[in-house]
């Protein structure tokens, strides 16, 4: 089989043996590679971690490790009640395996669930945002600084643009002239990056899950309640208006991101409205009135941040987010921009849900 070289050495590593070892691929991450490895007794996630992406993976291994220690914590003392992402040791205690100069690590399976990519209905939205206002919730009172920023400036607008500006200027692959409406359409908005700092300074800081996809949770099968909050690969300091924003970002349109039917990438308002019903009903306790007015400016920023850094990677040659086609980025950035543009046409109407 395709895998069976790295199969073998990390079945050894992990305890798992005999001739039914087998990996095959899950998910449908952009950064790293994940794997369901297992053979007729046990399975487990494995996952070759991007170190282009995540230069310093054992400080990334280290966040997801005290956030899980301290959600543990909490489900000990009642006080959640998801399932936990847990990593799992060798057999000597470590937590990456180097092999072939790539860097893997497990995590335990959680069984009888599935993920979406697209929101099919309120219901789901609003059991997801709970979910992920749960986790927001449980992890208050963690000290946001003890987390390591494995991607410093993540969800930062402005140092986005500034990127944006260098490649244009360079042109390293020759695609500025293919996409010259999108590249001024993202110049007609820089202003958004001053409304983002200021709001910002008024802002306590807190555990941010900072990739809160629709797919970065998992449903009961059962039941199609929440079952576990997912990837915690990007969990470092952070404001919860970006968490929102991504929610709505990716919960909101019926169009995948990479779809090219933009006529119907549009903010379904039930799902928002599903959106602030779940996820305001986990943190209303602790969510401070800055914060409460900072979410619909979370909602405008990260369509139009990921459109920004969907069209800087195309415009680079593609090196940061898988693709699938060469235009795959650019196909994507266009998506977002089309629904942030539909944010800004809905923004009365949304903030009124909030509010």
Not at 99 to 118: C, H, M, N, P, T
């Amino acid at each position: 089989m395709e895998y069976r070289s790295i199969a073998e050495h990390l079945a050894v590593q992990y305890g798992l043996c005999g001739e039914e070892i087998s990996m095959k691929p899950i998910g449908s991450g952009h950064i790293n590679t994940t794997m369901l490895l297992k053979d007729s007794e046990r399975m487990l996630v494995v996952q070759k971690l991007n170190t282009t992406v995540f230069p310093e993976p054992e400080k990334l291994v280290e966040n997801a490790r005290l956030i899980e220690q301290h959600l543990v914590g909490k489900s000990g003392a009642g006080a959640y009640e998801l399932g936990i992402i847990k990593h799992v040791p060798t057999h000597s205690g470590r937590f990456l395996v180097e092999y072939q100069g790539e860097v893997w690590r497990a995590l335990e399976f959680i069984g009888k669930s599935y993920s979406e990519d697209v929101v099919d209905c309120a219901v789901k939205a609003q059991t997801a945002a709970g979910a992920f206002g749960c986790f927001a919730k449980a992890l208050n009172d963690f000290d946001a600084t003890k987390l390591f920023p494995v991607i410093p400036d993540f969800h930062n607008l402005a140092m986005r643009i500034e990127k944006l500006k260098q490649v244009i200027e360079q042109d390293p692959v020759g695609r500025v002239s293919g996409c010259l409406a999108d590249i001024q359409f993202c110049q007609s908005q820089y202003e958004l990056a001053h409304e983002v700092e200021k709001a910002e300074a008024l802002l306590p800081l807190r555990v941010c899950h900072n990739d809160t996809k629709i797919n970065n949770m998992l449903f009961d099968a059962s039941t199609n309640k929440a079952k576990a909050v997912i990837d915690l690969d990007t969990c470092m300091p952070g404001y919860w208006l970006y968490d929102f924003g991504d929610m709505v970002r990716t919960f909101c349109s019926p169009e995948q991101e990479d779809s090219t039917n933009l006529s119907n990438v549009v903010v379904r308002v039930e799902i928002f409205e599903a959106i602030v019903k779940g996820y305001i009903a986990e943190v209303a306790d602790n969510l401070t009135d800055a914060e409460r007015d900072s979410l619909i400016l979370g909602a405008k920023v990260m369509p139009l941040m990921i459109g920004i850094r969907f069209l800087t990677d195309y415009l680079d040659g593609d090196h940061y987010f898988a693709t699938k086609h060469d235009a795959h980025n650019l196909e994507r950035a266009r998506n977002q921009f089309a629904l942030y543009q539909d944010i800004l046409r809905k923004e009365p109407q949304l903030k009124a849900l909030i509010n």
